[in-house]
DNA sequence: GTCCATGCAAAGGCTTTGCATTATA
DNA sequence: TATAATGCAAAGCCTTTGCATGGAC
């Protein structure tokens, strides 16, 4: 399992148990680029390990968002959550709310806006979530 | 019925039927500076109609939201939605994902951005939801 | 060996939906 | 009067939890 290296220094740091289950989540999350749903992580998971639980699922990625490794998005349309890699290159979108299109955008106006108010405020800030919601040329077009 | 004059103007803007529960449900929404979630509109709800049902709020927020009356947060920790006026003036928090304090943060970094991405997209941007997340002072030096 | 993580099954909680009834335009 | 909204009850779905077993340190 010569590419748990790297995953192994991470538990290290965060001080938690370095598990096969952990492994191949954690794995999943580094390969994806969009953020998955629990559901979809599950999925991709069962083709490393066959008896991996749906629950250990969701009790690994919320140690991951506890520690900062990963971040829940909740910025879908839909009742459930979205989960990736907490990391500096990450993406925003903007998303129709007629037809859930979505398109990616490439500038983040957070990130500098993160290190102001780690200055002026008295918290540690370890993320964001930010997702712009409209209509798409399409279905603007179909309101009128 | 007086408080519901200019609910009737956005009604019909809309396209939407005037009925006294959405004249109830947005006049919680504009009494409230902050996100509510489904439940405690329905609890405020029903000192204004004992009878109205829960089921009838969820189907008023979610016309409210896909016509852009109100917006949709997903920004709790718990697996529930808040929502409230889609109004300029808005407001923005840092969490603390470990003891659930909030504080509010008077700048919004994303208002200018949504013009810039209205003139160089294609989308018609009604909204955004922004949540920033990390540890307060607290929960910071618990940690060591 | 101790303590934590996992699998399994069941429960919990938020949200949606079908249908008969009621209210709006 | 025709159409859409509501109330009620039930179902749906995502997520969490209790407990016995297994695995990491």
């Known amino acids: ?35 998955l749903t629990a559901e979809e992580i599950f999925m991709k998971a ?35 959550s979205m989960f990736q890699l907490n990391m500096i290159d990450h993406q925003h979108y903007i998303r129709c709310i007629s037809c859930n299109k979505k398109i990616s955008i490439d500038i983040c106006p957070i990130i500098g806006y993160e290190y102001f108010l780690e200055e002026n405020t008295d918290f540690h800030i370890i993320g964001h979530n930010l997702e712009l919601y409209g209509y798409c040329s399409k279905c603007k077009d179909k309101k009128q």
């Open 1 to 35: 399992m010569d590419e748990f290296i790297d995953n192994k220094m991470i538990f290290k740091k965060y001080k938690i148990k370095n598990t096969e289950q952990r492994n191949i989540v954690l794995d999943i999350l580094k390969r994806e680029k969009k953020p």
């Open 46 to 80: 069962r083709k490393k390990d066959k008896n991996i639980n749906l629950s250990t699922i969701y009790r690994t990625i919320n140690i991951f968002v506890s520690k900062g490794i990963a971040i829940k998005l909740n910025i879908e349309r839909e009742n459930k």
